[in-house]
């Protein structure tokens, strides 16, 4: 065994130039990418060449690979170099890769971490789960095949995954004589295909892994070719979105509390920065709170970024846990119960909709079911197939529910957020990878404003107690005519109202909206939300509404708390208000002109519990407003 | 004084620094695997990082063969002392009264009882449900296939063909009564970055790392370090004093040393730039038979 000389070199001692070394390498950053490509590609060999020619096979090991060459291919004398990849027994005897190998390499520019990926069809899994840890991909093609069906299919699995840069190495130009055309028709064969898969960068480089061609140096066989290396390439192909600001986001880990005086909040910076003092909010509960500290065992940080692992501690008390995401308080995450996203199916048993499996997104595990699947997505082509199921290797758009609500962001806004597994809940199996697209209740999706201000505070400066008297019954009855009226009484007395008038809201808010029964519905929840605001701000408030249907009204009613909801009858009969037909309505709907008329084509359905009913066709509407007001007083509303 | 850290080793600081945290969240009753190597050195370092100010919330769990060498129990014991961490040692006590030894009964036997043997008996009894270990990727090919979450069913066994597929940074870590998980947070780092990464942060590790002039002799091709007298000598056979130095730490028989100079961190880190020799190599356990590792693995060796 000879002794281990270090060369010298004109620096002092090894502590200066490992110094000099590491001062070098401070910004030499991580590059993590996949290789994937079809059965017999050469990725192994690719791989294996990369390592080999960047000096970072040690001898046992090249050995040991040179021993089992021999074994493998029994008179060949060249090493194979996949030998030094393909790791499992199994696969050295079998010749293919069965599962995600990684492998590691540097050079003086950047650190590399490679997922060797399976080529063979039914472990597309495989290839996904690679994918989601790198943010490049080598893409190899066997010169002699040109574009298959599983170059497709893999190029589709990181179209869905989200990777966006990819090298497409093709391969085995020594066997097509170093062709240029052959070369260029494949390159052109795959930007066409790949056209719709929104990639930002495919660069086609033609290799020999075998030989070496254009792998770490330049090919003395490829004088036509002017590009980079594929070494070259990974070594600068430019990843600056990471580095684009976006807004912050902590999912929180672990509580670190190891007494009574530190609580902190340990876990990865998911996206964007924080800073002491910065304002956050804790979601799912809408706590708004300063930072304090960010704590390491290194000291305390001005700035947290992305990827730095950190605890924070908050100025204020407040009780967050595992799974609660923190984030600025501009761009705030969605919080929702039914969400939408694509799922790629990983198990045998294939997709029940409707069965509970666990989902777990970030530090948050809750169970989930699949309402529905919208439909499947080919994987070859990503077109978008109908279908009731999704088996294993196969990918979907589905809608899930939640068994509570989950914190996150779309999958391609944030792929730490928007990211989810599901898990059988018998075998504990993971079943299928999730990228969330969007939450599917709105209402959810925003998160609840803290307010220190409330309603009860509001009220209390205008000296009155916040109502909403909502007037229905058929055009014509008179609604408007009495509301007026009390609104003008009450603002003599000096009260603070508010009127929504059916016709007006029409203009503005709801102008987007016809006379359907579908679009009545959403007319009315949209008047009722609006009417909750302006009782929330201390209001007396007039809705003046056909509202023909009791399920909105009471929809409506729903809304409110206790006793703020007076539902008034405008108690009118038909006969009547058609006599007076104020707008000529009536007559327009006899004649046709106008469809889907209460009273005429579409029906009413009057209150059956109504606070009020007041009967227009026996007193004035200026009687019918005073009783109101009386009613009002009574409710010590004024 | 401390030097600052390389973006990439900033990387995998902070990726290990979230795995152990996972687990701690996620696991009812995890425990550290402690080997005294650089690797768990590196790995101890980490989770004094990853739970600051608390203590990592697990014991350290050190499987005693009772054929380490003297200063790797030193080590042990003075760095669990310094660091205020509870250390647990198991000694597999049947094998001790069998007097199983690397010397009579071959590594093959040895190992099994004393390493994989004793730490499924200790792991069962105290019913860990996940174990950290400070394996790395680069080691041997079929360890770049492991997981950094390694499922083993209730007889802590490994199948290759039935791994969890880890997405993003999500780890399925669901496991029935018996079953459990065995956790390598340094997964992605290489030799290169655990010694650069000791070097920068300060990370104290055993001597023996370091040249020095030590008696050996020579066995099979591999200098073995004569650490107490338990290790027959031949006849006429003497202990030579050579400066040598380890690249990996087990049980001193089993161990070989390498010649060499290197007796600072820097002088390590350049030497390990230049040399051409895996560190697995000085280990006589890997080279059985083709695939060894791997069978080990499936039987429950680390």
């Known amino acids: ?638 | 004084m401390k030097k600052r850290l390389s973006t990439y080793l900033k990387e995998l600081e902070d990726e290990s620094i979230h795995i152990m945290r996972e687990v701690a969240a996620e696991f009812r009753n995890p425990v550290m695997l402690y080997s005294i190597g650089k690797d768990s050195s590196v790995m101890l370092h980490l989770a004094m990082k990853a739970f600051y100010p608390a203590k990592p919330p697990f014991p350290l769990l050190h499987v005693d063969t009772t054929w380490k060498f003297r200063e790797m129990i030193a080590f042990r014991d003075s760095e669990a002392k310094r660091l205020g961490v509870e250390l647990l040692v198991h000694i597999n006590e049947q094998g001790v009264r069998d007097g199983i030894s690397p010397i009579t009964h071959g590594s093959a036997l040895y190992t099994d009882i004393m390493k994989t043997e004793s730490l499924k008996q200790t792991l069962a009894a105290h019913g860990y449900d996940a174990a950290f270990g400070g394996a790395r990727r680069d080691e041997e090919k079929s360890r770049a296939k492991e997981r950094v979450y390694s499922f083993r069913n209730a007889a802590q066994n490994w199948d290759p063909k039935r791994q969890r597929p880890e997405l993003w940074h999500l780890a399925n870590t669901g496991i029935k009564p018996g079953e459990s998980m065995r956790v390598f947070p340094l997964s992605n780092w290489t030799e290169l970055d655990v010694w650069t990464y000791i070097y920068l942060e300060n990370i104290p590790v055993v001597p023996l790392y370091f040249a020095a002039e030590r008696p050996v002799v020579e066995r099979s091709g591999m200098l073995i370090m004569v650490d107490d007298d338990r290790l027959p000598l031949d006849p006429g056979e003497t202990p030579r004093m050579e400066r040598v130095r380890f690249r990996t730490l087990g049980c001193y028989p089993l161990t070989g040393a390498i010649k060499s100079d290197a007796a600072t961190l820097p002088e390590i880190i350049e030497e390990l730039i230049a040399t051409r020799h895996s560190e697995r190599q000085g280990r006589v356990i890997d080279h059985d038979q083709a695939g060894s590792m791997e069978k080990k693995k499936q039987e429950g060796y680390f």
Not at chain 1, 107 to 136: L, W
Not at chain 1, 206 to 215: E, T
């Open chain 1, 1 to 638: 065994m000879a002794r281990l000389r270090v060369v010298g070199s004109e620096k002092d001692s090894a502590a200066e130039r490992v110094d000099a070394r590491i001062a070098a390498d401070e910004d030499r950053g991580l590059l993590r990418f996949l290789t994937c490509g079809s059965v017999d590609d050469g990725k192994s060999t690719l791989i294996g060449r990369l390592l080999y020619d960047s000096a970072l096979v040690y001898e046992d090991q090249l050995k040991s690979a040179e021993r089992d060459s021999k074994r493998a291919n029994a008179g060949r004398n060249e090493i194979d170099l996949s030998l030094l990849v393909d790791g499992l027994q199994a696969e050295r005897e079998q010749g293919i890769t069965i599962d995600v190998a990684y492998r590691y390499f540097s050079t003086p520019r950047r650190k590399f971490i490679v997922a060797d990926t399976p080529g063979h069809v039914q472990y597309t899994r495989n290839m996904a789960t690679g994918a989601s840890n790198c943010e490049f991909a080598v893409l190899l093609i066997d010169a002699r095949q040109g574009v298959l069906n599983q170059t497709r299919r893999h190029a589709c699995i990181l179209s869905l995954l989200g990777i966006k840069k990819v090298a497409l190495a093709i391969n085995k130009m020594d066997l097509v004589d170093f062709d240029q055309a052959t070369f260029e028709e494949i390159a052109e064969a795959f930007s066409e295909f790949a056209q719709p898969l929104g990639f930002e960068l495919i660069t086609a480089i033609p290799v020999s892994a075998l030989k070496g061609d254009n792998v770490t140096s330049p090919s003395a066989n490829m004088h036509w070719y002017r590009g980079p290396t594929l070494l070259g390439h990974l070594e600068t192909v430019d990843l600056s979105h990471d580095t684009q600001e976006r807004p912050f986001r902590f999912p929180v880990q672990w509580v670190n509390r190891p007494d009574q005086n530190f609580r902190g909040y340990a876990g990865t910076v998911a996206s964007g920065t924080v800073r002491p003092g910065d304002e956050v909010i804790i979601h799912p509960s809408g706590r708004r709170v300063h930072v304090a500290r960010i704590v390491t065992a290194d000291g305390d940080l001005e700035i947290a970024r992305q990827g730095d692992a950190v605890t924070i501690t908050f100025a204020e008390e407040v009780d967050a846990s595992r799974g609660d995401v923190i984030s600025g308080i501009e761009e705030q995450p969605q919080v929702a119960d039914q969400i939408a996203a694509r799922l790629v199916w990983f198990d045998e048993e294939p997709m029940l909709p409707g069965r509970s499996y666990t989902l777990k997104c970030g530090g948050q595990t809750t169970t989930a079911t699949i309402s529905a699947l919208k439909y499947k997505i080919n994987v070859d082509n990503l077109d978008h197939v109908a279908g009731k199921t999704l088996e294993l290797n196969e990918a979907g758009e589905c809608n899930l529910s939640t068994g509570k609500p989950i914190v996150f962001d779309p999958y391609a806004e944030n792929t730490d957020t928007g990211s989810i597994i599901l898990i059988d809940r018998c075998t504990n199996a993971t079943v299928a990878a999730g990228m969330i697209e969007f939450g599917l209740r709105r209402a959810t999706s925003i998160q609840w404003q803290e307010l220190f201000v409330d309603k009860g505070a509001r009220a209390q400066l205008k000296g009155q107690k916040p109502c909403v008297l909502w007037f229905t019954g058929l055009s014509g009855s008179g609604k408007s005519t009495i509301a007026n009226t009390l609104e003008k009484r009450l603002h003599a007395l000096g009260r603070h109202t508010y009127m929504l008038d059916g016709d007006n809201i029409r203009h503005g808010l709801s102008k987007d909206l016809g006379f359907t029964d579908a679009d009545r519905v959403e007319n009315i929840r949209r008047v009722a939300e609006a009417a909750k605001l302006f009782v929330d701000a201390g209001l007396i408030v007039m809705v003046s509404f056909i509202s023909p249907f009791r399920s909105e009204r009471r929809m409506a009613r729903e809304l409110f708390g206790d006793g703020e909801f007076i539902e008034v009858y405008v108690d009118t009969p038909l006969e009547v208000c058609e006599a007076r037909d104020p707008k000529g309505l009536y007559r327009k709907a006899r004649a046709g002109l106008i469809s889907n008329f209460t009273g005429i084509d579409s029906g009413y359905e009057p209150p059956e519990r109504a606070e009020l009913d007041l009967k227009t066709s026996e007193t004035s509407p200026d009687a019918l407003a005073e009783s109101v007001l009386a009613e009002l007083r009574r409710r010590h509303v004024v």
